[in-house]
């Protein structure tokens, strides 16, 4: 009712709607959605129950004469549910940005070029933004896994890009029942979830101890854990190995004037592949990957100063305005709001942007270039350089140098050429046994 035949036809209009102080009841209010014009031209074609074409919308109708006839008690409930949901949209800011919007869910996997976007949610406001953090989830998986298409037999991507959904301190959103749910089949249309939490115990709070979430995950990496539990739960996940153990015994006589026995036993005995002790001492530099299938991987955090992609990207500065995709055209009562492909400026906007980020790029990789080719030519012939000078000009922010993993060596650090490996086999996941195939880890 409020998108046909009222000003604001947004979440922030069906706010105001609901408290309007015309109302002198909930009665009057849907006796008002019951009786108003929705196509005053009869454009839409809609039937009434006579088999007529009506101005009213038939659904809204039928919902708005099913409130009036329910119980007073019964109507004020659902009429104070409704608001009590809905009361975030009153805050202006809230409001105002959710009045309309420049791109549509389905666009940021299927435009013409690749979209990023950031839902970003300040500390002190998450709590309160939880409504509206879970409708810009839940769309974003309803719209992009719905449609799923065949040819010849074979799976037809809908997409023109796959997605990934980074949620990052996923625990502070809340219960979101979507992403329990979407954990099974959003593979299949091309979007994959990255989750972060600090503690497996945060999503076991939230969604209860019978939650699929870390067992939907294909891939799992953790690092060391705070809590003895956590641990526990990941010695038993790693599985058991079996190590050989000497048992030694002496013997001799009473008085001690004979020479004694040794006599030596070994046995055979199971073990956890790594114990809830060796977890809780896990180094910073550390991680253990459990992935689908394989035995779990011990491996080395890749840290972005380490690598000059990650650096040169650092310096690219944010943009002053976000893209715009589409621009909504002016429309009248009753009308649709069709979203129009954006003009010829916005897209020479976009490309400038683009060059104005290849440049940057390409300034700060010469930069790191000839300042490591100095440092190179520097060192004394026949000598290796220095790994830590190298992180060390890679990281002026880093005022020092963490220690090594007491369970990796030195030379766990990657090279130049591992690294540029790894990046062009990582760029499809489907060789992930090739990239394991790699030295990365030691």
């Known amino acids: 009712h409020v998108v046909y035949a009222e000003p604001k036809g947004s979440l922030q209009g069906i706010a105001e709607f609901l408290g309007d102080p015309r109302w002198s009841d909930d009665r009057q209010m849907y006796t008002e959605m019951m009786n108003a014009e929705h196509d005053p031209e009869r454009k839409m074609g809609w039937l009434n129950t006579s088999g007529e074409i009506t101005k009213i919308h038939p659904i809204i109708a039928n919902v708005a004469k099913t409130m009036l006839n329910k119980e007073d008690k019964d109507r004020s409930g659902v009429l104070s549910t409704a608001k009590s949901l809905l009361s975030l949209y009153l805050d202006p800011l809230v409001g105002t940005n959710t009045n309309k919007s420049d791109f549509l869910m389905k666009d940021l996997m299927t435009s013409a070029k690749p979209v990023s976007a950031y839902l970003t949610i300040k500390e002190k406001d998450i ?9 810009f989830f839940a769309l974003f998986v309803r719209r992009n896994a719905s449609d799923m298409k065949f040819e010849n037999g074979d799976f037809k991507a809908s997409y023109t890009f796959p997605m990934l959904m980074l949620i990052d301190e996923m625990p502070l959103l809340k219960k979101l029942p979507i992403l329990q749910e979407a954990m099974g089949y959003v593979a299949g249309y091309g979007i994959r979830m990255f989750l972060l939490a600090q503690d497996i115990t945060q999503i076991e709070e939230i969604y209860g101890d019978k939650q699929s979430i870390d067992s939907g ?5 953790v690092f060391a854990p705070n809590k003895i539990e956590t641990a526990e739960k990941l010695a038993r996940m790693t599985g058991k190995t079996t190590i050989t153990e000497e048992k030694v015994s002496h013997s001799r006589d009473i008085v001690g004037l004979k020479a004694g026995s040794v006599s030596v036993n070994t046995e055979k005995i199971s073990r956890d592949l790594m114990t809830a002790d060796e977890f809780l001492v896990l180094h910073d530099h550390d991680m253990v990957i459990f992935s689908k299938g ?3 991987i011990y491996g080395r955090k890749s840290f972005y100063y380490e690598n000059p992609e990650m650096v040169a990207r650092t310096r690219i500065a944010p943009p002053e305005q976000s893209d715009c995709l589409r621009v909504i055209p002016a429309f009248k009562h009753g009308e649709s709001a069709p979203l129009s492909p954006s003009v010829s400026s ?3 906007a ?3 942007i683009e060059q104005q980020i290849a440049t940057q790029l390409s300034s700060d990789r010469e930069d790191l270039r000839s300042r490591i080719n100095a440092m190179l030519n520097s060192d004394h012939e026949g000598e290796t350089t220095n790994s830590d000078s190298l992180i060390s000009l890679l990281a002026p922010v880093a005022a020092t140098k963490k220690s090594f993993s007491k369970y990796s060596a030195k030379s766990s ?17 489907t060789l992930l046994d090739e990239v394991l195939a790699l030295n990365a880890f030691d």
Do not use: C, F, H
């Open 217 to 221: 995950a294909s891939t799992r990496i």
């Open 127 to 135: 709590d309160r933004m939880v409504p509206l953090s879970r409708l």
């Open 350 to 352: 976009d490309e400038k």
């Open 346 to 348: 916005q897209e020479i």
């Open 413 to 429: 650090v990657l090279t130049a050429e591992e690294r540029q490996t790894i990046n062009e086999k990582t760029s499809d996941i």
């Open 294 to 296: 394989q035995p779990p």
